[in-house]
């Protein structure tokens, strides 16, 4: 009889990874050698690699994307359309689990884009990825809805220089003025045109941190214990600043959104030795809704979550936004429609006919956003990355995977409360007083 140990490994071809199989030639028959390389990854034991799955276009995270911008719009609708309080589950509603997964997908993606570019090009081609779409949003805001909404009779007033204001204010990424004039004075949410835009402070902020972190030569060659042990730092700190009462927007947010995109960061240390694995992704389910029914730290979600967007982006069949990703404009303009669909009052009509119509409405604006600002800084970007991937600054020290695309995406959900000024997403745990954000 045959030793079993003789015999050619065999592979089972994943109907997730087809491409995977054309990639290393499995269709008609391949050696040795390249079944091992599909059937055992480059590094893990266990089957495909979370790096390989994820090792280039040919994967769902846009659509990934795009599903949590959607999911940012279903928990605006609670707040902008004086629906109350929106349903939350471990500590959060749907707007702030993306923003969780928005962050997550960053860090995964920024620390490879920052692996291979000097700390100058790493932070003009993330500059060139958030500002143009934020500036022009900002426009769109103040010359186009804020005006409009006057126009069509909703209750405010508004002049040149109130759209001069907004822009001016806030052209720095640091959100200080949601009102434009006094338009949209009578919403639910009252005084706030874009309650999503705040969070994008704290994603470039994240850039800058992560980026130079990883200009150090011990968190490039220990990458992953270095962010094992931030990701500690920063959950804890987030907690000891709960319980000490301590309030400022900037230190309790950014703890926060930096715990996920931290957790991205750690998960792409480890991708090649991390597997795409059903038990896995089902592990990371239990783990999230023990977390959630248990009622235990909110920010423990961080890394099972991770996982699971990751799967996700590698195994899902579909290839939405593979070429055309429009959810930077989905998340940037739906809070805007939704304002003035509410001072139309469309949300007397019901909550899914006030989200329908509202993502229905916000596309073509995504999609001349993606079509018109971003692409166009896309190609932008691609030029210097060529440039710049031939620096030899470019990588200083290697990553050591024993120890351990490039797009940017955009959280938040919104609040209930009636005022600009307690426009807030991602914030404490229940029963603990948020800080404002500033003006």
């Not at 309030?247 to 930096?258: E, I, K, R």
């Not at 239990?286 to 195994?315: D, E, K, N, Q, S």
Request: net charge positive; with cysteine.
């Amino acid at each position: 009889m045959q030793n079993p140990r003789d015999r050619e490994p065999v592979v089972v071809a994943r109907p997730y990874r087809w491409h995977a199989l054309h990639r290393c030639g499995l269709q008609g028959g391949c050696n040795g050698d390249n079944e091992r390389n599909f059937r055992f990854g480059r590094d893990s034991s266990w089957g495909p690699s979370i790096g390989q799955g994820l090792s280039d276009s040919n994967n769902a995270l846009n659509f990934i994307r795009l599903a949590l911008a959607s999911a940012v719009i279903v928990a605006h609708t609670w707040p902008v359309g004086g629906f109350g309080t929106a349903p939350r589950f471990a500590g959060m509603d749907s707007g702030e689990w993306a923003v969780a997964g928005f962050f997550s997908l960053s860090g995964f993606l920024i620390a490879g884009s920052r692996l291979r570019l000097p700390f100058g090009g790493f932070l003009l081609r993330r500059a060139l990825r958030i500002f143009p779409g934020f500036w022009a949003c900002l426009v769109v805001v103040a010359f186009g809805f804020a005006p409009l909404s006057v126009a069509v009779g909703v209750p405010g007033s508004w002049s040149v220089g109130d759209g001069l204001r907004h822009v001016a204010v806030n052209l720095a990424l640091q959100v200080r003025e949601f009102n434009v004039g006094s338009t949209i004075r009578n919403n639910p949410l009252a005084l706030a045109w874009d309650g999503s835009l705040w969070t994008l402070f704290f994603e470039f902020g994240s850039y800058l941190v992560v980026g130079a972190l990883l200009g150090i030569a011990l968190f490039r060659r220990r990458t992953a214990t270095c962010f094992a042990a931030v990701i500690v730092l920063t959950t804890v700190a987030y907690y000891v600043a709960m319980s000490e009462h301590i309030t400022s927007f900037y230190l309790v947010n950014g703890l926060n959104l930096a715990t996920s995109f931290v957790a991205g960061v750690l998960l792409f240390a480890v991708k090649d030795r991390l597997p795409i694995s059903r038990a896995l992704f089902a592990l990371s389910v239990v783990a999230l809704a023990v977390i959630g029914f248990c009622g235990l730290p909110r920010l423990l979600v961080a890394i099972p979550f991770a996982y699971g967007l990751l799967y996700l982006g590698a195994t899902l069949p579909t290839r939405i936004g593979t070429k055309n990703d429009v959810s930077y404009g989905v998340y940037v303009y739906a809070f805007p429609v939704q304002q003035f669909l509410a001072a139309r009052h469309l949300q007397h009509d019901g909550k899914l006919v006030f989200m329908v119509v509202a993502f229905i409405l916000t596309l073509p604006l995504a999609w001349l956003s993606w079509l018109l600002i971003e692409r166009p800084g896309m190609n932008l970007r691609r030029k210097l990355g060529r440039r710049d991937s031939r620096s030899p600054s470019a990588m200083a020290a290697p990553v050591i995977p024993d120890e351990a695309a490039d797009h940017t995406q955009l959280p938040d959900a919104a609040p209930q409360q009636t005022s600009a000024h307690t426009v807030l997403r991602g914030g404490p745990e229940p029963g603990f007083s948020p800080p404002q954000p500033p003006f």
